[in-house]
């Protein structure tokens, strides 16, 4: 009978052991870092701080989140944006090169790709990439990336080509603010004023007024003899926007009108 009890004193150790060394091992497991959610986490934040304009944490944190997933291409390609926005195109040039080999077919990526190509003037390897874009049918942004192309198609002087890409992505999103604006500077580009009026109403029914866009409707109210209009927005950029270009611009055409 002791033999027994002995043995059966045994076999609950035993079992208690396993279930403590087990329990021991699954602690162990929760505790060893997600690398990949920790990259995720890093790269909103840095997202934050780039809204917020402070730009050398968002670089920091993006940085660390590529160093926990060196596959991460989202770090690389919001890495490669702050460049851009810093003016270090050297720099944003590489990371995107290095989001690419990580995946060469992602069309998101391409179409960042190409908006900075063409930001930079590399206007024909920017339209590649555009097209390797909105090529895919299963990218679901397809609508921006041809935006985007129609409107570098505009820096070319390739109007036809612009039209017909910016007409494409306002079939699929006819409020898309940038086919709209680009609208509007072909309808000037190509002497359509009243195309161009149209196209800038709709801009500003879904965007605030900006100095591109209140100097394209003021170019197309001149066109159109509409002097009321024309005088009203050249009014509104010099007033919001003084320091801009545009502003310059209108000043210069109208140093002998009365617009101040």
Not at 55 to 75: F, M, S, T
Not at 90 to 101: F, H, M, T, V
Not at 205 to 225: F, M, R
Request: net charge neutral.
């Amino acid at each position: 009978m002791l033999k027994k009890i002995i043995i059966m004193l045994f076999i609950t150790f035993s079992i208690a052991s396993c279930s403590m060394t087990g329990d021991s091992k699954t602690s162990s497991r929760e505790k060893v870092p997600n690398y990949k959610d920790a990259a995720q986490i890093n790269i909103k934040l840095a997202v934050g701080y780039i809204q917020r304009q402070q730009y050398k944490p968002a670089r920091d944190k993006l940085e660390k989140a590529i160093e926990q997933d060196p596959e991460n291409i989202e770090g690389y390609k919001t890495l490669a944006y702050l460049y851009s926005r810093l003016g270090l195109d050297d720099e944003a040039e590489i990371k995107y090169k290095e989001a690419l080999d990580l995946n060469p077919n992602d069309s998101d990526l391409l179409n960042s790709y190409g908006t900075f190509l063409c930001t930079s003037g590399k206007l024909d390897e920017a339209q590649e990439k555009f097209k390797a874009s909105y090529s895919n049918p299963f990218y679901e942004a397809l609508y921006l990336a041809q935006s985007n192309a129609g409107s570098c198609y505009i820096k070319q002087e390739k109007y036809k080509e612009a039209e017909a890409l910016l007409r494409k992505s306002l079939r699929v999103q006819p409020k898309l603010p940038g086919s709209l604006l680009s609208m509007a500077e072909v309808g000037v580009k190509t002497e359509r004023y009243l195309m161009a009026r149209a196209y800038i109403q709709r801009y500003h029914a879904v965007a605030p007024p900006g100095p591109e866009s209140l100097w394209i409707q003021i170019q197309a109210e001149k066109a159109l003899g509409a002097k009321e209009h024309y005088i009203k927005y050249a009014k509104q950029l010099i007033s919001d926007f003084p320091d801009s270009d545009e502003a310059g611009w209108v000043e210069a055409q109208a140093r002998n009108e009365q617009i101040r």
